[in-house]
DNA sequence: CTGAAAGCGCTTACAG
DNA sequence: CTGAAAGCGCTTACAG
């Protein structure tokens, strides 16, 4: 065992009992080996776990399997929270002498076994997780595995990892204090389905916010994170009575539906509801009125994410840390003052 | 000179006059070095344009300079262009056995040495481009490199590299068609100023469509990429005698500017104005009323770009192709019939 | 069909 | 401070 812990083609060779030539033959160019020691090998192999080392391979077959893309310079104005995500961590990452790979699982291909993969390759020093949940199995493989990573998401409170994390729960909070600051009681939320970690937070944090304005949180509706179930979520709030007089959500998706819906029904938002979204995606300078919405900090992700993966690389025993950074409000005008 | 014309480490030693080691260290830990070999070594590094072997590095150091990013799913619904395009890139890459590898050009580095220097590392078998335009410096560079690469965007009729490209003359020119079979005769054009080969041949789309429907194009107003340019094109376009009824733009937000400024004015989108917009973005399908948008066929486009270079890195004589897409012009409701 | 050996381009102890 | 040598983990002629 060698690299890492990681199988190389002589433990291979070692196991089926043939030369190191051999099993690179009966995996490249498996004709000029006889059936026999051709599934010998393939056995090892299949035992061990084994995947031929990037750099090695490349270096032999001055081959990288890698293409470049340039990733063109961001355009301050509407973008997507991945352009702005991947734009930080790519130009942070720069400046460490570091660059981004990015893979998918093949098709079929188990999540956690592409980053398995990943590593048996010897392809990557480290990853950068996101959209991570509680008991994230790609975490449990990589904490167990000791494989340098920082995660987009804390998934659970939890010392053996590195992650940058948004406070959506103060985000919404802040959403909702805004809004009993303009004399708005009968405030809703529209949540997603219990059981995201990122979802829970923005659903407490509106509960903790209604709690501190002594509100009573009594408008909830969860709802999938579409425009469609944006605007069921209006219909089912504008027929109870008394009617919110506004509406958190915790995605933008679902604050424009409820936009939409408001505007079909003839209801004129900020007016008559006020709504606020989260993300502030390329939709909410948008639409009419223009959507207040919760701001993710990409830039500080993006640049924390690396910062503590560069730590780990250099330190491999250096302790983990977590860092918690606070989203912005930003308001614009589909929030208005308490009719 | 070895590694397809790239200088080695052992070049850099003969020419310093020293031992590999020696260059080794000098580069890596100079302390260790005394400082007039340094220089010798330094200079025969720049002499060179001598940049260490990727592979080579890794294997002797276990250290790739990689992170691994595992590319979310991508979900249907408004996505940004860039989602599209890296999504299908990668996971068609994948299919090849083939990943991504993202870069961007160093604080103050040159775009073309950025290219330049990818390739003395050995750091990728071949690049994708896009954004390009007309006699791109890049693409000359890579062109006379000899290294495989393919590109989104034609940047000029050429027969040297191989080319994906979207039709965008035909989109706008469909737009015009579609305006003008709904009664349209007054129909302008906000185009950005002359210059880049995408815009140009949007608007030459334009010209084409009211030249086969026997219109004039008599409304031009050439405008930079923002909301606010948009709006400024509504101004200028309303106060004219007669003003259009209608307005083919080449990017969205211009379109949603007008769009927005219309609104603005009292003046009804779709009723008095119909409006096209292209690229089919996130905020198309969000505004009121909808926006009628030229949508870019990004999985084909992905597609071809890696089945091109793929092609290329498997036979290197390989004669150079172009691949012409249609765009699909996507009807909302922001286009109505000539009032 | 198989193994021994050279080589890919670096880095890193180790002598001197 | 410098060079010779071994090693990183593969692939690929070349003998046999």
């Known amino acids: 065992v060698s690299v890492r812990g990681r ?78 995500f991947l734009h930080y961590l790519v130009t942070t990452a720069a400046g460490h002498d570091l660059e981004l790979v990015l893979f998918t ?28 949940n509680y008991y994230d199995p790609r975490i449990e493989f990589l904490v167990a595995e000791g494989f340098p990573f920082a995660s987009f998401g804390r998934a659970a409170a939890d010392e053996r990892f590195s992650w940058v994390d948004v406070n959506g729960a103060a985000g919404t909070s802040q959403a909702v204090n805004h809004l009993a600051a303009n004399g708005h009681q009968r405030i809703a939320m529209v949540a997603w389905p219990t059981g995201s970690e990122s979802g829970d937070a923005r659903y407490q944090g509106y509960l903790n916010g209604m709690g501190r304005a002594g509100l009573e949180p009594s408008h909830l509706i969860r709802a999938h994170n579409t425009l469609d179930e944006g605007r069921r979520a209006f219909r089912e709030l504008w027929d109870r009575s008394p009617p919110p007089s506004a509406v958190v959500t915790v995605a933008d998706n679902l604050a424009i539906g409820v936009m939409l819906e408001a505007a079909a029904n003839g209801v004129a938002v900020a007016k008559e509801i006020s709504v606020v979204g989260f993300d502030d995606t390329p939709m909410a300078s948008v639409i009419q009125p223009p959507l207040s919405s919760v701001r993710q900090p990409f830039e500080r992700v993006g640049e924390a994410l690396i910062d503590l993966l560069v730590g780990q690389l250099e330190d491999p025993n250096m302790e983990h840390g977590g860092i918690l950074l606070d989203p912005v409000l930003v308001l614009r005008n589909s929030t208005g003052t308490y009719p």
Chains 1, 2 share one sequence.
């Open 105 to 132: 699982p093949r098709k079929g291909q188990d999540e956690v076994d592409a980053y398995h993969e990943m590593i048996k390759r010897g392809a990557v020093d480290a990853f950068i997780l996101s959209d991570t």
């Open 7 to 84: 199988p190389t083609i002589k433990e291979v060779s070692k196991r089926a009992g043939v030369s190191v030539g051999t099993v690179s033959n009966a995996l490249n160019t498996p004709q000029l080996v006889s059936e026999s020691t051709r599934s010998r090998v393939l056995e090892a192999v299949g035992e061990l776990g084994y995947e031929p080392n990037r750099a090695a391979r490349s270096l032999a077959r001055r081959r990288t399997h890698l293409v470049g893309y340039r990733l063109p310079d961001y355009v301050e104005g509407p973008n997507s929270s991945l352009d702005a």
